[in-house]
């Protein structure tokens, strides 16, 4: 196998990305069909983290400054220097977005729909040549694309189970995870193209051609620093496995493989310097957030790296009956794709460091053992039967038929059960829209302290994607760096508060059978996400001690609730559902209450602050 022994032809790369590519825009198909003449132009989403990216891009086509947070309106000033986020140290994708949709005058929400469509024809282009590199055959490298990139789930082994049967797969099955907007979409095609430049680097024989390739490959690991944490760390491992395994085997010329692995790695440390110095900045309330973990405790459960390791073992059974030889640089390159998820889930063995390491599985981990897996196949056919293209076009076709069939049934299953999320959204876009309007006017009689209660947590969490007042609390507002964990706490308090969210009278020890919603607060008011073992390796179960103390805290503070807290910050306008508005009873205490505006199925009221009550001193009367 040689990457030059026939003409690279991409007309069945192309055909194989266009597919995809159709498939992967059928959600925005249905939700632009279903809306009809009332879509406002927002886009189909599967994940709420969608959300606060577009937020985030908006902020930055707007001009504002890197560390930004679209959700509570604190931006980096020379007067009020702010911490780096994980938005702000990931500012690659963003600005990528920001940029042009600024320059062309178009929303977050129509730069995502593009962007789905030409990060998932990219992804699969990236897939193709790196097959293509290794296999020397047009067929075999377009089938293996849809292959890699359709059946991800069937990395996550028991996830197609799971939704045969209508089992719960949150966090095991989703719509196509490498399209998520912005990452790792943006940067996912960059890491097939980083090994393929790696390898492209490592095997060519022509100097001047190898570093061509290694400056390249140079440039793109640094990229996929300042783009997402899960990309460039698997990158990272990789490299790392080739270049363990490229000197126990010492293949042919494995020196100057070497020495062109050590000029790639000496210019990602270079890369990595401001990195950890932006790291360094970062938000105090980022490693609770964000779930970074303390431990040291080895991983072996995740279905990736059983995946890996089956590979591992089918092409060892191929080594020992004498059809390959280990030393051949393809079957390195196998092996360290292959190896990469046992590394990235068992890094902290040795740094005593886990985050969120789901992230991993959903987004990087079963794409290199499924790409492992159909360069294994393709190694012990041309060991058995010789050039690739003896494999019979029809079953090359069959196999891309089904993967994209599955393609298929994944879309059209998540976008089933998410769909009603994508029309809910695009439903309250009439308000933000008016917010939106109502803003100048705002500014213009010196009204800057605007901040918007939403009565619906995920209409708050999408309101900053088109309007620019802060909100009062939602689920993404300690995701930035503009509020410390004790701010967090006490705008969650107000948002119950302000509502009249019925919190009493529960049974702490029937936690779980409570509703989702009356769960979903009371859990953000302990600690998010650290009594799940699939976020962190640090997980704790709840406790009725634990609800008991949380709901505690928030009685104590309802109670003792002043002015002083009403007014910080202080409400501008609130936005409730016409037909099923909350007990408003404690918003009217410290609050009145302009005649509201109807905007679809939404009320937007204008709210003033009370004025202090001024009581006659008796004494002196």
């Not at 930055?60 to 931006?75: F, S, V």
């Not at 069959?398 to 998410?418: D, I, N, P, Q, Y």
Request: glycine share 6%; proline share 6%.
């Amino acid at each position: 196998m040689h990457e030059n022994a026939r003409p690279l032809r991409w007309r069945l790369g192309i055909l194989a990305a266009i597919a995809i590519t159709l498939v992967a825009l059928y959600p925005q198909f249905v939700l632009v069909i279903t809306r009809g003449r009332d879509w406002n132009g927002s886009y189909a989403f599967f994940s709420q983290d969608e959300i606060s990216y577009s937020a985030y891009v908006k902020a930055l086509a707007e001009g504002r400054p890197r560390r930004n947070d679209p959700y509570t309106g604190r931006d980096d000033a020379p007067g009020s220097v702010q911490p780096e986020s994980i938005f702000s140290i990931q500012f690659v994708p963003a600005y990528l977005i920001a940029l042009p949709a600024r320059f062309f005058g178009l929303s977050p929400s129509a730069m995502f729909i593009f962007l789905t469509g030409i990060i998932v024809f990219a992804s699969a282009l990236a897939v193709f040549w790196l097959i293509r590199l290794v296999t020397g055959d047009d067929w075999f490298a377009a089938t293996g694309a849809l292959v890699v990139l359709c059946l991800g789930t069937f990395a996550v082994i028991y996830a197609p189970l799971r939704i045969v049967l209508g089992w719960d797969t949150t966090f095991t099955f989703e719509y196509f995870p490498f399209a998520r907007r912005y990452v790792p979409a943006v940067p996912f095609p960059l890491l097939f193209l980083f090994c393929a430049l790696v390898w492209r680097a490592l095997i060519n024989q022509n100097e001047r051609s190898a570093w061509r390739a290694a400056g390249p490959a140079s440039v793109a690991f640094a990229v996929l620093i300042f783009s997402y944490f899960y990309l460039w760390t698997a990158a990272a491992a990789w490299v790392t496995c080739l270049g363990v395994l490229w000197i126990l085997a010492r293949p042919e010329g494995y020196k100057k493989g070497l020495t062109r692995l050590g000029v790639i790695g000496l210019a990602a440390v270079g890369a990595l310097v401001p990195y950890f110095v932006l790291v360094s900045n970062r938000a105090s309330t980022m490693d609770a957030v964000q779930l970074l973990a303390a431990s040291h405790s080895p991983d072996l459960s995740r279905s990736s790296i059983k995946l890996g390791l089956i590979v591992c073992v089918f092409l060892g059974y191929a080594v020992w009956r004498g059809y390959l030889k280990w030393r051949d640089s393809a079957v390195l390159l196998t092996i360290s794709l292959a190896l990469t998820p046992l590394v990235v889930f068992n890094q902290q063995v040795i740094t005593g460091r886990s985050l969120q390491p789901l992230h991993y599985e959903l987004y990087v981990a079963k794409y290199l053992a499924l790409l492992a897996m159909v360069l294994a196949i393709a190694l012990f056919w041309l060991a058995r039967k010789g050039p690739l293209r003896l494999i019979p076009k029809v079953v090359l076709v069959g196999v891309s038929v089904v993967a994209l069939g599955w393609g298929m049934v994944e879309t059209t299953v998540e976008t089933k059960r998410h769909i009603w999320a994508s029309v809910d959204r695009d439903e309250v876009v009439p308000v933000a829209k008016r917010l939106a309007e109502l803003a100048p006017r705002d500014a213009e009689r010196g009204d800057t302290s605007e901040t918007v209660l939403y009565v619906n947590l995920e209409h708050a969490d999408f309101s900053p994607v088109i309007a620019p007042q802060p909100v009062l609390w939602s689920p993404h507002v300690p995701a930035f760096s503009g509020v410390t964990l004790d701010e967090n706490r006490e705008r969650l308090y107000q948002y119950l508060y302000y509502t009249g969210e019925a919190l009493e009278g529960i049974d702490e020890a029937k936690f779980e059978s409570l509703d989702h919603r009356r769960k979903y607060l009371i859990h953000s008011m302990i600690e998010w996400g650290h009594n799940d073992p699939a976020w962190t390796v640090d997980w704790k179960s709840i406790t009725a001690e634990d609800v008991r103390e949380a709901l505690r805290g928030y009685a104590n503070y309802a109670s003792a609730f002043t002015r002083e807290q009403a007014a910080r910050p202080t409400l501008t306008y609130v936005v409730t559902s016409t037909e099923n508005p909350p007990d408003f009873a404690n918003l009217d205490r410290w609050y009145e209450r302009a005649a509201g505006e109807r905007l679809g199925k939404f009320t937007l009221y204008r709210v003033r602050l009370r004025p202090i009550e001024v009581k006659p001193d008796l004494e002196q009367r």
